[in-house]
């Protein structure tokens, strides 16, 4: 069973997917998975990430992605709103919990 974080997240991964680089795809669910420490998911993701192309370096520096050169300004703000998402989930999602 899924949390409702993690389902919002599915909704909206998947309204956008068709419109963004599938290696952007999988960086910005790499960079989710890491906040929410979802180790599976994070092992599924940096396998699909590398076969389709994706360097292992960027996706071992995500969480340094706006210090580090190694990702686009676009990226970095695709991953920023990938954070961002994360952080209203997780609150979102403690607030229910509390109910």
């Given at each position: 069973?899924?949390?409702?974080p993690?389902?919002?997240?599915?909704?909206?991964?998947?309204?956008?997917?068709?419109?963004?680089?599938?290696?952007?795809?999988?960086?910005?669910?790499?960079?989710?998975l890491?906040?929410?420490?979802?180790?599976?998911?994070l092992?599924?993701?940096?396998?699909e990430?590398?076969?389709?192309?994706?360097?292992?370096?960027?996706?071992?520096?995500?969480?340094?992605?706006?210090?580090?050169?190694y990702?686009?300004?676009?990226?970095?703000?695709?991953?920023?709103?990938?954070?961002?998402?994360m952080?209203?989930?997780k609150a979102?999602?403690?607030?229910?919990?509390?109910?």
């Amino acid at each position: 069973m899924s949390s409702p974080p993690i389902n919002g997240w599915r909704e909206v991964s998947t309204a956008i997917n068709a419109s963004l680089q599938a290696c952007l795809v999988q960086l910005a669910e790499i960079r989710a998975l890491q906040i929410h420490r979802w180790a599976n998911c994070l092992n599924k993701h940096a396998k699909e990430a590398r076969a389709i192309g994706e360097a292992e370096q960027r996706t071992y520096l995500l969480p340094t992605c706006r210090a580090a050169p190694y990702h686009s300004e676009g990226e970095r703000a695709a991953l920023g709103w990938a954070e961002a998402l994360m952080g209203l989930s997780k609150a979102i999602g403690s607030r229910l919990m509390k109910r």
